[in-house]
């Protein structure tokens, strides 16, 4: 899983760069890259948590890597402040019997604007992302 998630997210890049040069002035954050830690794929009812999205994120479009790695540090909320979202997370992991902070986390928008929702012409152009449908797909398959 390590090694196919960059090679999709290669695969999105242009497209990721064109989304952020088409709102050079605006505060347009991201994309959100998954990179699940190692508990996800060994858990007996892999979970995978479908989010809006951030508030507030990295912006390393030019660095893949580094882009995931501020999803990596993140490690779905471990350090993070106490929200409903990553309360409810918790416990729907406790009840399917896997480990805390063992889930996959995406989010419907993969940019953020001005550290919030991404809506109208934001919305609209992160949208069409191709890499949207195949990192879904992709995280779904560890789900049985």
Excluded: H
Excluded at 7 to 12: D, F, I, P, Q, S
Excluded at 54 to 71: G, H, P, V
Excluded at 89 to 94: D, G, L, Q, S
């Amino acid at each position: 899983m390590k090694e196919q998630l960059p090679n999709l997210y290669l695969k999105g890049q242009r497209q990721f760069k064109d989304i952020i040069t088409q709102f050079p002035d605006d505060d347009l954050a991201g994309p959100f890259l998954m990179s699940p830690n190692s508990l996800y794929a060994f858990q007996e009812n892999p979970l995978l948590i479908v989010g809006q999205e951030t508030c507030a994120w990295e912006n390393s479009i030019d660095d893949l890597n580094k882009q995931m790695k501020f999803y990596e540090v993140f490690n779905v909320g471990i350090d993070y402040k106490s929200t409903p979202f990553w309360n409810i997370t918790r416990k729907v992991e406790a009840v399917l019997g896997n480990i805390p902070y063992s889930c996959a986390w995406t989010n419907i928008s993969k940019f953020d604007f001005d550290g919030g929702r991404a809506y109208g012409i934001y919305e609209k152009a992160s949208c069409d992302l191709d890499e949207y449908k195949q990192e879904f797909d992709f995280a779904t398959q560890f789900t049985g």
